[in-house]
């Protein structure tokens, strides 16, 4: 057993060693991936707004409504200590689109898990989204627009929780990352960027939880006959796609072993990147689904439920919805006005 456990230790080690930088310069690897995503977007992706780089003083959100199209609190001096965990909202018009909801078509085309909402830090996501001031004996304080939100949550209560204030948060992997792997992160999010809009005609949201989800998914959304465990995967050196056992060993082939699994990987990402291009290509041009989602009920409806606060509730709303989106695509838009100046 020793020299099982020995072998098992040199191969992981082996494996470690193909993907990994030194341990010195782990740190500086992660940093530049940080940035490196961070230049791209800022590039291509001008309506994701990134949250909590640079010098955040929250004074630089002072009175600003968390519906602010202005709202953009990047540090534009480059500062290379972060770690590559991203924070962000992404402009849709004069809102945004839900924070929930990019995480849904982030998961369910490109198969990318992030998660919404403030993320166990309420007060220091408060003060990046906006919704703080300070007062003149220096301390930060709720603004006025934050204590209309949390008003709305507590009486309205479960017609209300999408007002509830968050982002969409997303990390890449501290080990073993390969750069078609960033860039098909990055792709995804200029994708989403660009037409996550367009999709929407196809989520439906629940205003008890605040989920979105695909409308043929809304009550089990896997279903019971496509539920996967990791049990069902094969994660032996043996299986298909990983480099085997007895390359390690005997050392020979590897470098072969490594390019033909880079390969795979960079033919499957493209492979996700044009379904999801196929299925936008779906939604524009089938009027079904734009029709259905014309026919959900009104968004005034559902905030206020008719009790004369209807008005007042839609001017806290932040986030568009399907049905909005979809008599942009009935009327033939590409793009959502306003969005980037457009």
Known sequence: SSSTSSTSTSTSTLLLQSFLPSQENLAQFEFNTHQYVLNRLRQTAP?????????????????????????????????????????????CGQRFLH??????ILNDLFGIQARGGCQCSGPYSQSLLGLTTWRDDGQEVPNQTNEKVEYALLHYKERAELLRPGYTRLSLPFKGLKQEEVDYVIQALEWVAKNGWSMMCLYRCNHRTGEWRHFSRQGKPLGRSERRWLSYFDTSYGSQNEISKESYKNNTNTNNDLENSICHLSTFLDKSLANADAQLDIVRNDQRYVAQAIKMTDESNILGNNTGDDEELDELRWYVYPKECAKLLKDGATVVPDTNGN
Not at 75 to 85: A, C, G, M, N, S
Not at 99 to 104: F, K
């Open 47 to 91: 309506n994701i707004i990134m949250l909590g780089f640079g010098n955040n003083d929250s004074s630089m959100n002072q009175n600003k409504k968390y519906n602010d199209p202005s709202l953009n609190i990047i540090d534009k001096e480059e500062t290379p200590q972060h770690l590559p965990i991203f924070s962000f909202l992404i402009k």
């Open 99 to 104: 924070y929930n909801y990019v995480c849904a």
